[in-house]
């Protein structure tokens, strides 16, 4: 077994380091690394490990015996954790107290599902109740989720004795050394199945496809995942079930481009409507809208429709939708056509066609 590295190289000091120094260097780390600022379960492990060392150390009697007994690295020191160091010295488990074997639960949380759900543009925009199928365990009904056969129940486990833990003795510099590991037959429970349920084979559980009615807010975004709780597989031994997840995918619309809440498209308008002005009919979500577009619109014009983009998820209020104009220019224009258009650049004082070359005026781009 690898064991765990030097107390002075935990705590970042020499052998030399004074008792003020290992208590400086200890209120350091311990303020980097909490448990109450960060949620990560090295760092937490790291905190255990640095106060464990501190612990041993700063006790001048305890730092004596280390530094006699310890000294020699990993391969003169054999230990697992440092836990073990305390069982060897001073006969407690970690920080101090005396370790008691405590059976773990047989009840366990179910584990999370997930399940991906295609949604087209509107579908997303507005809501939909969408029924989804999914592969879920459920609690065996032969057994009532106990993995024993009806008729019996789970008994106290041969192996460990009821205590979840199988002692272990050890020869090591420091005499005989008694370690403690989970129980593999009873997974660390204190109790043992002999009479397996012949549905589930002690599990508990069983696979069953479900049919799941969810409720998909309006608003949805393509890549969003939605929680359901309650909704993943059974827990084990009656223990609560996991949630559900679903990863939404959404169609793109042929129309609009979505940008946050808003909506984009372009409309296109013959060069006669948007030189004379016209009324328009645009689609929008909701239906067929008039908006109205005044005499000389130019491409680039942008038209705003207030309350016409997609719902806020979780929230009142809607987007807006932004019209974009693009004028369109004839190209396939009749002989009366094109002599009507000639006629009105000629009343505009206008060269067209193949007359002499035009001055075009140049502007900044806005």
């Known amino acids: 077994m690898a064991g765990i590295r030097d107390l002075y190289e935990i705590l970042g000091l020499p052998r030399t380091a004074t008792q003020d120094e290992i208590r400086k260097a200890y209120r350091r780390l311990a303020r980097e690394l909490h448990p109450d600022s960060s949620g990560d379960p090295a760092t937490e492990e790291r905190f255990k490990e640095v106060t464990a060392a501190y612990e041993i150390l700063s006790d001048p009697d305890k730092r004596q015996r280390y530094d006699l007994y310890g000294g020699g690295g990993p391969e003169a020191f054999p230990f697992g954790d440092i836990s073990e160091i305390f069982e060897a010295f001073f006969g407690t488990g970690t920080f101090g107290r005396r370790r008691e074997p ?3 639960s047989r009840t366990r949380r179910g584990e999370d599902l997930r399940a991906g759900v295609l949604l087209t543009f509107e579908e997303a925009a507005f809501g939909i109740r969408r029924d989804v199928t999914v592969d879920a365990l459920r609690a065996c009904d032969r057994c009532g989720g106990s993995g024993a056969e009806p008729g019996t129940s ?4 041969r ?10 003795v050890r020869r090591s510099i420091f005499g005989t050394v008694m370690t403690a590991r989970g129980c593999t037959t009873c997974e660390g429970t204190g109790q043992e199945i002999q009479a397996k349920c012949e549905r589930c084979r002690g599990e508990g559980r069983v696979a069953a496809e479900r049919t799941i009615p969810v409720d998909v807010p309006a608003g949805v975004a393509h890549g969003v995942e939605l929680r359901v709780p309650g909704l993943g597989h059974a827990g084990r031994a009656a223990g609560p079930p996991g949630d559900l997840f679903l990863s939404i995918a959404v169609k793109e619309s042929p129309v609009f481009e979505r940008r946050g809440q808003d909506l984009f498209a372009v409309v296109e308008v013959p060069m006669v409507q948007a030189a004379l002005g016209a009324e328009l009919e645009v689609e929008t979500l909701d239906g067929e809208d008039r908006v109205k577009l005044g005499p000389g619109t130019e491409s680039g014009t942008v038209i705003r429709l207030r309350g016409k983009g997609i719902p806020n998820l979780g929230r009142r209020g809607r987007g807006d939708l932004y019209l974009t104009v693009h004028v369109g220019t004839p190209r396939d224009l009749g002989k009366e056509q094109r002599r009507l258009l000639e006629e009105l650049a000629e009343m505009r004082g206008e060269a067209a066609g193949g007359g002499p070359a035009v001055r075009a005026h140049l502007r900044r781009p806005t």
């Open 159 to 168: 192996t460990c004795g009821g205590t979840g833990q199988v002692q272990e």
């Open 102 to 104: 405590t059976p773990r």
């Open 154 to 157: 789970p008994t106290r486990c």
